[in-house]
C-alpha cells in the first residue's frame, strides 16, 4: 500500500490521479489532498477518499508535502509557485511524482541537489515515455533523446497568420485536455521549451543530444535513440493516466489503466521539423537553459505573467514569446543560484513583464 499525497488535486493531472488511484484501492490510500482556492471540490475529493489532511494554498502545500507521512508526493500545482512544495517533499524523503516541471527547471542544480537518485519520478508524458526507454539501456549508450511536440491548435500556420489568433484558439489543444496555462504553452511551444530543460535536468543529456520532432498524432510520446542506431520509441494514446501511474507506482506498471492502440485498423502517423520562425519559443528556451543561473526562472515568470496578459487581452498571441524575450535580453542573471536570488529574479521578471506589456 503506497500513502500519496496530490497537490493540485482539483486540476487536471490531480483528477485523473484519483481516477487513477480509485482503480486500484489495493494499492494506494491517499492521505492529503491540497488545491489551490477549489475549497467545495477539494473537500467532494476528501470525502470520497477519506482523507483527512487538505489544505488550500502553497504553504498548506508544502505542508502536506512535509508532515503528512507519506511514500510519494504528486506535485500537479500549476507555474512556478510549485517551487517550495517540490523541495518540501524532497527533503522530506517521499518519492517526487513530478507533474510540476516548473519547479525543476527554476529550481534547476538547487532542486537536483536536494534529489537522490530515483526520487523524482517525471509524470509529464514525454519524459515519462524516455524514463520507460531507458531502461532499454545504459545512460554510455544513449546517443539522443528526442521530444515529441503535438505542434499545437497552430501547427502549420505561419508567424503573421498567428498575430490574431484568439484565447479560445489557443485553448483549443488539437490531442490533450489540460489547465489554461499548460494549453497556452503548447500553443506557443513554450511547453516544448520547458521541456527541453526539463529533459537536460532529469536525464543529464546535453542540450545539443536533445532533439525536438513534431509529431500532431500524440501516440509517440518521446524517444531515445542508442550508439547502435536503435531507437526506442514509447507510444500509447494520448492520456495522462498512463504517466500517472507509472509517477505513482514506478518501476511497477499497473494494469486496468489505458486502451492500448488498435493494430488492426490502418493509421498514419506524421512526423514533421518545427518551425522555428513561426515559434522561436524553443531557440529561446534552450538559450536560457544553456544560460542556467536564474535564467529559466526568468524565461518562466515572464512568460507565466504573458499567459495571463494574452488571456486579459493585453497583449497578443505572438506578443507572449515577443516579451519573454525582452524580459530575458534584459536579465543580467547573478553569479550564484541560491533560493533568495532566485525568488528575486522572479520578482523582477513579472514586474519586467509587465513594463513590456504598458
Ligand atoms: N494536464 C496535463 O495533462 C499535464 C500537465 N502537466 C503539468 O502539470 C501541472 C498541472 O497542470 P494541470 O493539471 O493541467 O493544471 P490545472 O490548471 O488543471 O490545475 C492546477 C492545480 O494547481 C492548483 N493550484 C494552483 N495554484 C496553486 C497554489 N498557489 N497553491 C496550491 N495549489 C495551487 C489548482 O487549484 P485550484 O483548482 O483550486 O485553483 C489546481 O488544482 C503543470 O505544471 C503542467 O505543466 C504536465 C503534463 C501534462
Ligand atoms: C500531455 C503532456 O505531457 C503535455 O505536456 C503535452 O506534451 C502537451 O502537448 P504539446 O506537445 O502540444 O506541448
Ligand atoms: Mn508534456
Redesign the pocket.
Known sequence: MRRVVI??????????ALDVISRHPDKFEVVAL??????E??AEQATEFGVEHTG???D??VQLARDVDADVVL?????S??LA?TIAALEAGRTLAL?????LIVGGDLVKRLAKPGQIVP???EHSAIAQALRSGTHEEVRRLVLTASGGPFRGRTRDELHGVTPQQALAHPT????????T?SATLV?KG?EVIEAHLLFDVPYDQIDIVVHPQSIVHSMVEFIDGSTIAQASPPD?RL?IALGLGWPDRLSNIGVPLDWTKAATWEFEPVDNDAFPALNLAKQVGAAKGTFPAVFNAANEEAVDAFHDGKISFTGIVDAVREVVDRHDGPAELTLESLAEAERWARAEAHRVFA
Request: proline share 4%; no cysteine.
Open positions: 497537490l493540485g488535486s482539483t486540476g487536471s493531472i490531480g483528477e485523473q491540497g488545491t489551490g482556492r477549489n475549497a471540490r477539494l488550500l494554498g502553497v498548506a502545500a506535485n500537479g500545482i500549476t507555474g509557485v510549485g512544495p507533474a510540476n516541471k516548473e519547479s509524470v509529464d508524458s490533450w485536455d489540460m489547465g489554461r496555462v499548460i494549453t504553452n511547453n520547458l495522462m504517466p
